[in-house]
C-alpha cells in the first residue's frame, strides 16, 4: 500500500509491466495491434495472473500478491502509435487507503513486433510544444494527445482523486510523465514513476516538470547503461537528471554491458527495485549510489575494441572520460544551459549548439583530447588545427550512429529491417541546428 500517499518500488514496477498486457495477445507472446479483452487484462493485473503464457523464472507481476489486491480495474484505453496504428496502451486502477482516493495511470512501452507504425514514434524527433511547459518530443506528444482521447472519458474519476500515480516503462514512461503534468498543472496531486524511460523535455521544459510536479514526487528509475534512457542528446534532459538528485535512481546495469538489451528489459527492473531488504524507495536509493556517474563509463563501452591495444583501448576507460569531465567543467562556467548529469555525447551537442567550438575558454588538454576523440571517429586532424564545429559535428555524427545501434538493439531483438531511434531523438536536431555549420 502507498507509503505517504507513494506506491512502493515493487507496486510501481509491477504496474508499468502489466501496462503490456494491455495489448492484444501479449499473453501468448505474439502481440498485435489492438485492445487484449478485459478478462485477460483482470486476470493479469490483478488476479492469479494465469491467463496466456507465463515465462519460468520471471516474477509474476499481479498486484494480487501485494497491498493493492483490493483496487479496482478501470478503463483500458488505447493508443494511436506511429502511422496511426491503434492498440491497447495502458489501464486506469482505482482504491482507496484510509479517507483517500487514489488512481492510477499505467502506459506501456515500444513494441518492435508491432512493426514500423509503433517503432516511428519514437523516430518523430521533432520538437513541439506542450503547453506552458516549453518543447517536447513531437512524437510522445502525438501518442500522449491518442491516449487522453480514452482517458479523458474519465477525467471526472481522475479529476476527483486524492492522488493521481502516472507509471510507464520505456515510451511508456515518457508518455507517462506528460500525463504527470497534464494534470498537474490542473492542481492536482500527482507522482510519476517511470523506468528506463527516454528524455521528454527540451530545454527548460524539465524544470518546469519539477514546477508542476514537484521534484519528490518524481521517481525515475534507469539502468546506467539502458540505451533507451542514456542516449538522446542534449537539448532533450530527463527530469531529475543530477547525479545527486535523490529520486534519480539510476542503478548499476544487470549485465555491465551497454550493447545488452537486458538493461532496458521490464523484468530486471522489477529485480533491481526488489533487490536488497525492505522494498523502499529508501533501499533503491542505497542502490543508486553504487552507480558509478562517471561518463568514463560510457565511453568505455561506445569505443572499446578488444583487438586494438592501443591507444583506443586505454582511452575508452581514461582518456575519453577525462575528457567528458573537462568539458563538462568548460561548460558549466561558459554554457548558458545547465549541465545536469548529461552524458559525453550532450556536452559534445551543447559545444556546437553554443557555439563554443573556437571558445579560448578551453583549455589545451580538452584540444589535445579532442584530437584523440578525432582518431577514433576516423578523422585527420593536423597538429595545431582548430577544432571547428565542422569537426565536432563529425566526432558527434559518428557516436550518435554508434549510439543510435545500440538503442535499435534494444528494442529490436527479433525484428529485422527496422531502425527505432528514441535515443537519438535530439541528435538529428542538434545536428541540423548547430552553430558555424
Not at 15 to 36: C, H, K, S
Not at 302 to 318: E, I, T
Request: glycine share 10%; proline share 5%.
Amino acid at each position: 500500500m502507498p507509503q505517504n500517499d507513494c506506491l512502493t518500488p515493487t507496486e510501481a514496477s509491477y504496474i508499468a509491466t502489466n501496462a503490456y498486457f494491455t495489448l492484444r495477445d501479449w499473453i501468448t507472446g505474439q502481440p498485435t495491434a489492438g485492445v487484449e479483452t478485459r478478462a485477460n487484462v483482470q486476470n493479469r493485473v490483478l488476479g492469479p495472473g494465469t491467463a496466456g503464457t507465463t515465462t519460468p523464472g520471471q516474477a509474476n507481476p499481479s498486484l494480487q500478491g501485494t497491498a493493492l489486491s483490493g483496487a479496482d480495474l478501470g478503463k483500458i484505453f488505447s493508443g494511436k502509435t506511429g502511422v496511426g496504428t491503434q492498440s491497447g496502451f495502458g489501464y486506469l486502477l482505482q482504491f482507496k487507503q484510509g479517507t483517500r482516493r487514489h488512481v492510477v495511470v499505467a502506459t506501456r512501452g515500444t513494441r518492435p513486433e508491432l512493426g514500423a507504425p509503433d517503432l516511428l514514434t519514437d523516430a518523430r524527433g521533432a520538437m513541439t510544444s506542450f503547453g506552458d511547459y516549453g518543447p517536447v518530443h513531437k512524437g510522445f506528444r502525438t501518442t500522449f494527445d491518442s491516449c487522453m482521447v480514452s482517458i479523458g472519458q474519465d477525467a471526472r474519476l481522475i479529476m476527483e482523486a486524492d492522488v493521481v500515480h502516472c507509471v510507464g516503462h520505456s515510451l511508456g514512461g515518457a508518455v507517462a510523465t506528460l500525463i504527470a503534468a497534464h494534470f498537474a498543472a490542473l492542481k492536482k496531486d500527482v507522482k510519476l514513476y517511470t523506468f528506463g524511460s527516454p528524455r521528454v523535455g527540451a530545454f527548460g521544459t524539465f524544470s518546469a516538470f519539477h514546477s508542476a510536479i514537484k521534484k519528490h514526487n518524481i521517481f525515475r528509475v534507469a539502468h546506467d547503461l539502458d540505451p533507451i534512457s542514456l542516449v538522446g542528446p542534449y537539448p532533450y534532459v530527463h527530469v531529475n537528471p543530477s547525479p545527486t538528485d535523490p529520486n534519480n535512481f539510476t542503478l548499476p546495469s544487470p549485465t555491465g554491458e551497454l550493447f545488452s538489451t537486458a538493461n532496458h528489459d521490464m523484468n530486471r527492473y522489477i529485480r533491481s527495485v526488489r533487490a536488497g531488504q525492505g522494498g523502499t524507495w529508501d533501499t533503491v536509493r542505497g542502490l543508486a549510489q553504487q552507480t558509478d556517474h562517471d561518463n568514463a563509463v560510457l565511453a568505455k563501452w561506445l569505443l572499446h575494441a578488444d583487438n586494438d591495444p592501443g591507444w583506443v583501448q586505454y582511452a575508452s576507460a581514461k582518456t575519453l572520460g577525462i575528457l567528458f569531465k573537462l568539458f563538462s567543467h568548460v561548460l558549466k562556467g561558459i554554457s548558458t544551459s545547465l549541465i545536469l548529469g548529461l552524458s559525453a555525447v550532450d556536452l559534445l551537442a551543447e559545444m556546437l549548439l553554443a557555439g563554443m567550438a573556437r571558445a579560448q575558454a578551453m583549455a589545451s588538454q580538452v584540444y589535445a583530447l579532442l584530437r584523440h576523440a578525432a582518431k577514433w571517429a576516423g578523422i585527420a586532424v593536423s597538429n595545431g588545427a582548430d577544432f571547428s564545429a565542422q569537426i565536432i559535428r563529425r566526432i558527434l555524427d559518428v557516436m550518435l550512429t554508434k549510439l543510435a545501434q545500440i538503442g535499435a538493439l534494444a528494442l529490436t531483438v527479433g525484428s529485422r529491417g527496422l531502425m527505432p531511434m528514441p535515443l537519438i531523438i535530439a541528435g538529428g536536431w542538434v545536428l541540423a541546428h548547430a552553430q558555424g555549420l
